[in-house]
């Protein structure tokens, strides 16, 4: 397969994620088998992992979307989060799965978790493809992890710079002159 111009090296092929998304289902459906649960994903980021993930867990549950936003067009994060689009399904007492493309400060999650249990839910947990651990500001450990990664910014698979490369199969490293 061609790899896009702006585009390092390959961290995660199709045939790797596709491997991650499978363990992470059966994970899943382990864990949430007795339970009514919403999964939540982030968008946009999540809207190709999610896509994947939802299919492979072979179980009952409701999905549903919010937009929270902390980037801009940058590389780092504001720190100041936005809940551009709510929900639109109510969250009281339900058990609540958030589905992320990537954790790096974890203020887009400890946002968006608090918010929820404000609203009632019943427990709230995350999923997350793709975990940047050395880059934390607030302290936060995904329930479910399917790879950590070095710190480099990445791209593809619903993951953005400034808006491009969200359709890319893969995920890959953004070449740095693409951003410095
Ligand atoms: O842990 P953090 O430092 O908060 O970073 C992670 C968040 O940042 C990105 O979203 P972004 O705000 O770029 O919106 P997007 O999903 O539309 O790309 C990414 O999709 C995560 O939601
Ligand atoms: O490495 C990244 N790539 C894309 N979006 C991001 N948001 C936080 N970190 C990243
Ligand atoms: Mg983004």
Do not use: W
């Not at 045939?15 to 994970?27: G, M, R, T």
């Not at 929270?68 to 709510?86: L, M, P």
């Not at 019943?122 to 990664?149: F, H, M, Q, W």
């Amino acid at each position: 397969m061609m790899l896009h111009k702006d585009v390092e090296s390959v961290l995660l092929s199709q045939e790797k994620l596709e491997k991650i998304v499978k363990s992470l289902a059966k994970q899943i459906e382990k864990d949430y088998n007795d339970k009514e649960f919403m999964m939540v994903g982030l968008l946009k980021g999540s809207v190709a992992f999610m896509a994947d993930l939802m299919k492979r867990v072979n179980l009952d549950f409701s999905i549903d979307f919010m937009v929270a936003s902390s980037y801009g067009s940058g590389t780092e994060s504001s720190g100041r989060v936005k809940i551009v689009s709510d929900l639109t399904l109510p969250v009281q007492g339900k058990d609540v799965l958030v589905v992320e493309d990537i954790i790096d400060s974890g203020n887009t999650l400890n946002f968006v978790m608090n918010y929820l249990m404000t609203k009632g839910a019943n427990s709230v947990k995350v999923c997350t493809l793709c975990d940047k651990p050395s880059r934390r500001k607030v302290p936060l450990v995904p329930d479910y992890c399917g790879a950590e990664i070095p710190d480099e910014f990445i791209v593809g698979y619903g993951l953005d710079y400034a808006e491009k490369y969200r359709n890319l199969p893969y995920i890959g490293i953004l070449k740095r002159s693409v951003y410095e």
